[in-house]
C-alpha cells in the first residue's frame, strides 16, 4: 500500500519570494509522482511529473520539484512566486506497474501568496 | 474536445433523496474514476473503472453506487444521501504514456441538508 503526507497544511508567503511545499510518500514498491494544483472553485490540473530520468523536474508556471528516492520525498518549489500562484497543491502517487492507474493523494497544501 | 464532462455543478438535496452524478469523457481511455474532497481530507477515491462493464471499490464506497455505461460514460448514485456525502465530486480518466497520471473533470458540489 501507498500513502503520501505533505507536512504542511498552509502556506503563507510574500509575493516574489521562493517557496517549498512539501511531500514525502510510503511505498513498498517503486511509483510514479506527481503534483497537482486547485485554483479556488477549479478542478484539479498536473503541474508537473516524475516518471523515470532525471529526478529534477520541471513544470508549468515555473514550478520544479526533486525526486529523493534516498529520502522518499518529493518536495515542489519556486523561486519567485505570484499572487496568481495561490491555490491548494497535492501531491501524489501511483504504483508502477499497477493495472489500474490509481492515484493516492495527499491532503493537500494551501498556498497564501500575500502582497 | 472538451476532455472530461461532468453533470451537474451544483446540487442540494435533502436526507433521504436520491440522485446520479454523471460523468463523460471524450479522451477514449479505458479507466474512469470518482473521488471526494472534503476540506484537510484531499481526494479520496469512490469507486473506479479499469473499462467498460467492469467497476471496482475505492477507499470510500459506502453510500454509494456505480455504473460504467460504456466507454464514455461512468456515473455515480446516491441511492439515500446523507449529511456525510456533502462534499465535492471529481471524475477523472487516465492520460499520458503510462496511463498513470489522471485528467479531472470540473467538479460537481453537493450539499445534502
Known amino acids: 500500500a501507498q500513502s503520501v503526507t505533505q507536512l504542511d497544511s498552509q502556506v503563507p508567503v510574500f509575493e516574489e519570494a521562493p517557496v517549498e511545499l512539501r511531500c514525502n510518500y510510503s511505498s513498498s514498491v517503486s511509483v510514479y509522482l506527481f503534483w497537482y494544483v486547485q485554483y479556488p472553485n477549479q478542478g484539479l490540473q498536473l503541474l508537473l511529473k516524475?516518471?523515470?530520468?532525471?529526478?529534477l523536474v520541471k513544470g508549468i508556471n515555473g514550478f520544479e520539484a526533486e525526486f529523493n528516492k534516498s529520502q522518499t520525498s518529493f518536495h515542489l518549489r519556486k523561486p519567485s512566486v505570484h499572487i496568481s500562484d495561490t491555490a491548494e497543491y497535492f501531491c501524489?502517487?501511483?504504483?508502477?506497474?499497477?493495472?489500474?492507474?490509481?492515484?493516492?493523494f495527499g491532503k493537500g497544501t494551501k498556498l497564501s501568496v500575500k502582497p | 474536445n472538451a476532455g472530461v464532462t461532468q453533470t451537474p455543478k451544483f446540487q442540494v438535496l435533502k436526507t433521504g433523496q436520491s440522485m446520479t452524478l454523471q460523468c463523460a469523457q471524450d479522451?477514449?481511455?479505458?479507466?474512469m474514476y470518482w473521488y471526494r474532497q472534503d476540506p484537510g481530507m484531499g481526494l479520496r477515491l469512490i469507486y473506479y473503472s479499469a473499462s467498460e462493464g467492469t467497476t471496482d471499490k475505492g477507499e470510500v464506497p459506502n453510500g454509494y453506487n456505480v455504473s460504467r455505461l460504456n466507454k464514455r460514460e461512468f456515473s455515480l448514485r446516491l441511492e439515500s444521501a446523507a449529511p456525510s456525502q456533502t462534499s465535492v465530486y471529481f471524475c477523472?480518466?487516465?492520460?499520458?504514456?503510462?496511463?498513470?497520471?489522471?485528467?479531472f473533470g470540473p467538479g460537481t458540489r453537493l450539499t445534502v441538508l
Open positions: 501524489a502517487v501511483s504504483p508502477r506497474g499497477g493495472s489500474q492507474g490509481n492515484l493516492i
Open positions: 477523472a480518466t487516465n492520460w499520458g504514456p503510462t496511463y498513470n497520471e489522471q485528467f
Open positions: 516524475y516518471l523515470s530520468g532525471s529526478t
Open positions: 479522451m477514449n481511455h479505458n479507466s
